[in-house]
C-alpha cells in the first residue's frame, strides 16, 4: 500500500511541497490505525503528533497548518504560523515553508497553486462547504488577495466519496437544488457527487478543466482511507500543499 499520495500535477513543480495521507505509515491503533492527524476524533494525542511529524518529515515543511474545520466557507490568510489552529474551512498563503493542510474522511480536499503570483490555497468541502461554494470562495480569496487568475491555478481535488457511494438525505437533496443550474448536475436520484460539484464549481469561475486534477478514488471503497460513513469513529487523513523558497 502506497503510504503518500502525490498529484501529478504538482509533482514536477520544484516551487510546490504536496502530498495527500493514507492510513498507512503512522502509530494509532485501531480504530484510527494508523496515520491518523486528527486531534479531534478521540485517538491519543500523542500518537496524533507523532504522525504529524511523520507527515511533516514526508513533505519536507516543518511547519503544517491545520485547521479547527466547522463545514462553513470562512477563509483564512495564513501569513505566519498561527499560535492556535485558525478556525475555518479553506486557508490562504504566499509564504514559503508554512504548509496548509485539509483533514478529511469522505469530504472533499482541494487544494490550489497560483505559479504567477506564487500563491496556495486549502479548502474543506463536505456537503455543506460545498453548498457554500467554498470551491469558488477560495479561488476568489486567492484573487482579491494575491492577484491570482483563476485561469493561472492549478487545482488538485484529493480522494472522497464518490457519487455512486454518497446517498443523501431529503434535506441534504432540498438544500441542494436551491443552487446554481450547473451544480444540481451533481445531484442524482439520492446521490451526490461531491468531487464532480466541487470541479463544477471550479470551472465556473474560470479554473480550466485541464489545470483540475481529480485522484480517481473513492474513500468509501477504497480501504486506504478512512472514511466516516465506513466507520466511525475512524481517523481522519490529510491533503497537503506548500510553496517551497
Ligand atoms: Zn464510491
Redesign the pocket.
Known amino acids: 500500500m502506497a503510504v503518500m499520495l502525490r498529484f501529478d500535477c504538482f509533482r514536477n513543480l520544484p516551487s510546490v511541497a504536496s502530498l495527500v495521507t493514507t492510513r498507512g505509515g503512522g502509530v494509532s491503533l485501531a480504530p484510527y490505525e494508523s496515520l491518523d492527524a486528527a486531534l479531534h476524533v478521540g485517538d491519543d494525542p500523542r500518537s496524533v503528533e507523532i504522525n504529524r511529524a511523520i507527515i511533516a518529515r514526508e513533505l519536507g515543511v516543518d511547519c503544517v497548518v491545520y485547521m479547527n474545520q466547522i463545514h462553513g466557507d470562512r477563509i483564512v490568510l495564513i501569513d505566519k504560523p498561527p499560535p492556535t489552529p485558525p478556525e475555518c474551512d479553506a486557508m490562504i498563503s504566499n509564504q514559503p515553508n508554512i504548509a496548509l493542510a485539509v483533514l478529511s474522511a469522505d469530504c472533499v480536499p482541494l487544494l490550489f497553486f497560483d505559479p504567477v503570483n506564487r500563491a496556495i490555497g486549502a479548502a474543506h468541502a463536505g456537503w455543506r462547504g460545498s453548498a457554500a461554494l467554498i470551491a469558488v470562495k477560495t479561488i476568489e480569496a486567492m484573487r482579491d488577495r494575491f492577484g491570482s487568475k483563476p485561469s493561472d491555478i492549478i487545482a488538485g481535488i484529493a480522494p472522497a466519496?464518490?457519487g455512486?457511494?454518497y446517498e443523501v438525505k431529503d434535506a441534504v437533496k432540498n438544500e441542494w437544488r436551491k443552487l446554481p443550474d450547473y451544480l444540481r448536475i451533481a445531484l442524482k436520484d439520492n446521490r451526490l457527487d461531491l468531487p464532480l460539484a466541487n470541479r463544477l464549481q471550479l470551472n465556473a469561475i474560470g479554473v480550466l478543466d485541464r489545470n483540475i486534477e481529480t485522484m480517481p478514488l473513492?474513500t468509501?471503497?477504497n480501504d486506504d482511507f478512512f472514511s466516516y460513513r465506513r466507520a466511525n469513529p475512524t481517523g481522519r487523513f490529510a491533503s497537503i500543499i506548500a510553496l517551497r523558497s
Open positions: 466519496i464518490c455512486k457511494c473513492c468509501y471503497e
